[in-house]
């Protein structure tokens, strides 16, 4: 990691937000740690993001599961691939088809929709843009809406891929706390 973690909040709404983000994850995530709590007014922006990935796609949610974790993926983001997984793994239970990712292209388990989607983000992340034929792929599978929230989410997966990153945010262990997280609750 290229910057120290800052353990201890500066302000009583950063002790809140780490708590609340402590009760959510298990810990607080290192991307709090290192961006939020040195730039704290780059905390709105997060949170709408985080919402709008959350709660504002109509698209299926292992579908954007998926996504989330190839496009972090393609991007070598550690971090993102780890919260995207642990993410998988408390809504869906399993991480079965996310572990076939590197396979999507000729693997069973994944639909036609879901390559044409898979294909487009991929491409997308890589180059900035997508060739006439993916795109033609993705449409034969996708509504206009669902083609924008498709690009919307790889837009704004892009956006924390290229924060970690750079700053050398590596994984935080998170899926292995969604486990433990079940077991306390029982």
Known sequence: MRLNPIEQPRGLMMTLVFWMIRRKFGKVITPMKVVTARVP???GVTYEISKMME???SLDKELQFLLHTHISQVNECSFCIDIARAMTLRECGSLE???KLPRYRDDSAFTPAERAALAYVEEVSRTKTASDTTFEELRR???EEHI???TLLNALENYYNLINRPLGIGSDGLCALVPQKAAARS
């Open 41 to 43: 007014k780059s905390m």
């Open 97 to 99: 088809k996310i572990e």
């Open 55 to 57: 709660n504002g796609f």
């Open 141 to 143: 599978h996708f509504s």
């Open 148 to 150: 924008v929230e498709i």
